[in-house]
């Protein structure tokens, strides 16, 4: 299997531009994670999907921030406007039940706010 | 507080030496317990997985939880250059959310 696949890997925009990250998890798996990691604190989870269905979206930071899950194949998040406080790393995880506490993480998306 | 809390480092050890990595949590109901490891400007990988209290080892690694003390250690012995990277420890109350609480992540370089 290939993996978690996020794109972009890399991403500079500047203030106020919309940010669209996208993610496909391993096939099969039933759960996708969204997290972003900074420095100063860490992996943090925004959001959770299972089947499809947005379970816990507490960890969205504030309402510039939505993530979607149209089918079991793909993932956005998107940052509608972006800030500059908003430059981290976004990681897309997924796992399924087979996996048990396992998940299982992209790449990454590197993002910088300018 | 944090519910996961773990000493950023960084750590720089010789190769060979033994390393002990450690984080200390508050949620009583965390029962299963992780450690990943992270290569520079990649996603965090599985390295150790334990349940409940006690000690898991698997060749180099070796993994302890103390649910008493809400205490739990990687140990490394002779470790390699290519052990160098960051160590995050991970925490869950398992049941049905499932939800994986991260430490910030140690780093560590081994000095050749």
């Known amino acids: 299997d290939a993996g978690v696949i996020q794109s972009p890997r890399h991403e500079v925009t500047e203030m106020g531009q919309e940010v669209t990250l996208r993610c496909k998890p391993i096939s099969g798996h039933d759960y996708l994670f969204w997290y972003r990691q900074t420095m100063m604190r860490g992996l943090e989870l925004l959001i959770y999907f299972n089947n499809n269905v947005p379970i816990d979206d507490s960890g969205m930071p504030e309402d510039r921030f939505s993530a979607k899950m149209p089918n079991a194949s793909f993932s956005t998040l998107k940052i509608q406007p972006s800030e500059p406080r908003d430059s981290a790393v976004y990681f897309c995880a997924s796992r399924s039940a087979g996996t048990g506490n396992t998940i299982y993480f992209g790449e990454g998306s590197w993002l910088t706010v300018v | 507080q944090k519910e996961v809390e773990q000493d950023p480092g960084p750590l720089s050890v010789p190769e060979g030496a033994i390393v002990s990595l450690n984080c200390t949590y508050s949620n009583s109901a965390f029962q299963y317990f992780m450690w990943y490891r992270q290569y520079s400007r990649k996603g965090p990988e599985l390295l150790m997985y334990?349940?409940?209290?006690g000690n898991k080892e698997d060749g180099r690694f070796t993994a302890q939880v103390d649910k008493s003390s809400k205490y739990i250690s990687l140990f490394i012995r002779d470790s390699q250059p290519s052990d160098s990277a960051t160590y995050l420890c991970?925490?869950?109350?398992?049941?049905?959310?499932?939800?994986?609480?991260f430490g910030t992540g140690t780093l560590l370089a081994v000095q050749p």
């Open positions: 991970a925490m869950s109350a398992g049941g049905a959310t499932n939800k994986l609480i």
């Open positions: 334990t349940y409940s209290s």
